[in-house]
């Protein structure tokens, strides 16, 4: 539990940062999948 301490001592940017680059990255898988699924949504 020490690392969570460290990480909120310096005011949460380091873990926010990771939640959003996980975010953005399982955000590009989905849409990777929905495109395959689905080839007919090219409108995007």
């Known amino acids: 539990m020490d690392?969570?301490?460290y990480l909120?001592?310096?005011g949460g940017?380091?873990?926010l940062g990771l939640v959003v680059i996980v975010v953005l990255l399982y955000n590009k898988i989905?849409?990777?999948r929905e495109f395959r699924v689905s080839p007919k949504k090219k409108n995007k």
Do not use: H
């Open 3 to 5: 690392i969570i301490e």
């Open 8 to 10: 909120l001592g310096k």
């Open 13 to 15: 940017f380091a873990l």
């Open 30 to 32: 989905k849409a990777r």
